[in-house]
Structures are given as structure tokens and as C-alpha cells.
């Protein structure tokens, strides 16, 4: 499986998700794509971000289908060195990991474009695996975002890549 559709790697009881993307958009684009809340919510969800090391960042995903509360993504953001790294806690309700985990935005120059190696740390094996299809879903929708094209259905993306990693859970 190549980094585009993710990988999760495990550690004990412990999980991470790896994507590397080449988007065909400059750094500031998608830096302004991930961090902007306007932007933000045009393809992942309403977004409150405090833009700076120690600040704090709250999320309501789009997707997928359940109540708000138990959607609603609170954190601290851990770094914030414009435009190449975007690192923030991730806690949230439906979680079963203790602690928080961790998310990280890197974006590398690479040519007219930029790649972006996203990384979600600290994660149960369960809750990962269930992550991988719904993470991939939601970069497809950043790429369609920066491309100026329609969004792609978060459920059926998530439905076509869960089918092809064999992913039993559904949203």
C-alpha cells in the first residue's frame, strides 16, 4: 500500500497514520488550505484556531454522521511554524486512547507543488483503522478544495477506500 492511501503502522497498543500527498499547489496554498478556518471548513469542518505555538484549535467534522458532540476535536496546538509544520493535539469523545493523540500538517516544497506528509500519532489500533479511510476521504477533499473542483462525498469515499483496505468499521 503506498503513502497516498495511508498507512497505519501499530506499536503495542499504540497506532499512527502516515499519508504523503504531492498536491500540485504551492506551500501557501494548502498552508492557508489547513490553517484558515474559512477554508477549513469549506472541506473538513467549522474550525476555531488560536494561529499560534500554544494556542488552541477546535473542530466539528463534517462527517461522519453522528452527533456533533461526539465529532468535536479539541487541542493545543503543539507547532506552528508557517508554512511547513502545523502540529496540534487531537482529544475527542469517541476516542478510546487515554491520551491525546496528535496530529501533524508538513509541507515540503517539491518543484511548482508541495508535498504534504500527514501524520495522526497516539491512536488505539481500533480507532485507526477506522481513521485510515475516513483520513484519506478528507485529503481527497483538500485536494478537490485547492483544485477548485466539487467535493467528493465523505461517505463514499470513506466506503471505497474502507472496502479496499478491508476496514469493518463503518461511519
Known amino acids: 500500500m503506498t503513502s497516498r492511501e ?4 501499530v506499536e503495542g ?8 500527498r504531492r498536491l500540485p499547489y504551492p506551500v501557501d496554498a494548502v498552508w492557508v488550505a489547513i490553517t484558515d478556518p474559512a ?20 473542530m466539528i467534522p463534517h462527517s461522519p454522521p453522528i452527533p456533533a458532540q461526539q465529532k468535536k476535536m479539541t487541542g493545543r496546538i503543539r507547532v506552528w511554524d508557517p508554512p511547513r509544520v502545523f502540529e496540534h493535539e487531537w482529544n475527542q469523545a469517541v476516542l478510546s486512547a487515554p491520551e491525546a493523540g496528535v496530529v501533524r500538517y508538513e509541507l515540503i ?14 491512536l488505539t489500533v481500533s480507532d485507526g483503522q477506522g481513521f485510515q479511510p475516513g483520513t484519506h476521504a478528507y485529503l481527497d477533499r483538500l485536494e478537490a478544495h485547492l483544485g477548485g473542483q466539487p467535493l467528493p462525498d465523505w461517505a463514499q469515499r470513506y466506503k471505497e477506500v474502507a472496502q479496499t483496505l478491508g476496514t469493518q468499521w463503518t461511519p
Open 39 to 58: 477554508q477549513r471548513n469549506q472541506w473538513m469542518g467549522e474550525t476555531t484556531i488560536e494561529a499560534r505555538e500554544g494556542g488552541t484549535i477546535e
Open 6 to 9: 495511508g498507512k497505519l503502522t
Open 13 to 20: 497498543d499504540r497506532a499512527a497514520l502516515n499519508f504523503e
Open 109 to 122: 516544497p517539491d518543484g511548482d507543488g508541495t508535498l504534504l506528509r500527514f501524520t495522526h500519532r497516539g
